[in-house]
């Protein structure tokens, strides 16, 4: 039998970057993760870390928050994740699209983002392979990019330097509760008594907090990527389309007008081409028809794409929330519970901020940016018992 004072669930972006600052705080971690590190959303997944498309509030301060945390990451951490601040654009096809962009930069500009307009002359000074079609793009020089799974795996390998145990190949099977409280986690090689337990199971965390008795509104939802061969530097920005932004927010806008898309160019040269936003439950397949739309949209934005060679595709579950916001914080019903999940297409850029917090609250009880706002009680019924909620 194994103790620790403080048990990880799921070796995704959001439970490594958990267990490296709960280490850096010399508190003693297992880290529970039932395939591989980054096996889930994670590893499957575009590397933008992008401050445009969170909604002005609590949500883009959070990715601020994060944002700012990159460059020290990028020293401290044990694996080169590729940590790239190219800056990065939104793209606008359409006079609608550029009524909606300049509202939302205004929005973005008044809480300190800085982010800017361009026409398409300037657009096309900044990037010469894009379209001729496009009326400008919004640019700020804070976004950047990252490699998701060199970024699992350096919190993860950081977390063990500093004496975090990851145990990978077995899943959690159940959680048990003694007085009240968390007081051990039961996997197939065992059981480990712990007083807390951090539910960072991603697209899964319902099945964690059935466990407990939650239920947790969180729904997979699948996004289908399309990579490239590896070619010369042809864009110097991440890239993602105001109908991308539409898609995100407003479902109902998109769906005549496709889903919007993301293009990044990796440090190796590969094309990364994104992607679609489709609730299919827990199927990870790629599809023609979703492939073949991204592959129309990306060609259309950037025409020399005809003639770069596909050299794979896959598709991730982004852990998506009613409200677009992660669940983050302690559970009252269940002391000792606390959910670190439902980063939807966000969990890459807001690791950083997530894993500080997060350790902040188990370490002192509090932590420097209220979790009021994203706490599993907003959702109003989703706190009831699995039982109840079916009924
Ligand atoms: C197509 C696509 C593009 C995206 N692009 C971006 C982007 O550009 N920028 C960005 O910031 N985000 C992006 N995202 C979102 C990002 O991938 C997720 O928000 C993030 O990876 C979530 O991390 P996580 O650790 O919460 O979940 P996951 O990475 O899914 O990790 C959860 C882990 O829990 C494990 N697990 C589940 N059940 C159990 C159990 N019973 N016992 C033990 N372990 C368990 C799983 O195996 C998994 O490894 C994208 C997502 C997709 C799908």
Redesign the pocket.
Known sequence: MKSAPIVV???????TSIAYHLARRNLRVIL????DL?????G???????LQSKKPGIHLELAMQSRRRFEELARRLPVPFEFKATGGMVLIETESELAAMEQFVQAQQQIGLDVALLDAARLRRLEPHLSEHLLGATHSPMDGQVN?MALTLGFALGARAMGARLITGG??RGIEITGGRVSAVITGAGRIETEVVVN?????AP??GSMVGLVIPIKPRR?Q?IVTEACPRMIRHCMISAKYIAAKFNPEIARGNGEGI?IEQTENGNFLL??TREFVGYDRRTTTGGLRTIAAQTGAILPALARTNVIRSFA????YTPDGLPILGPVAEVPGFIMA?G????????SPVTGELIAQLIATGKSDIALDAFQLSRFKNANHTTEAAHG
């Open positions: 669930i799921g070796g995704g972006v959001i439970g529970l993760e039932r395939g980054a096996a889930g959303s994670s499957a997944c575009d590397g933008l870390v992008f998701p899943p959690v960072a199971a991603g697209a899964h099945d964690i996004g990527i993301s994104g992607s991730g579950l982004r852990p999940a980063h939807e297409g966000d969990g890459i850029a807001l």
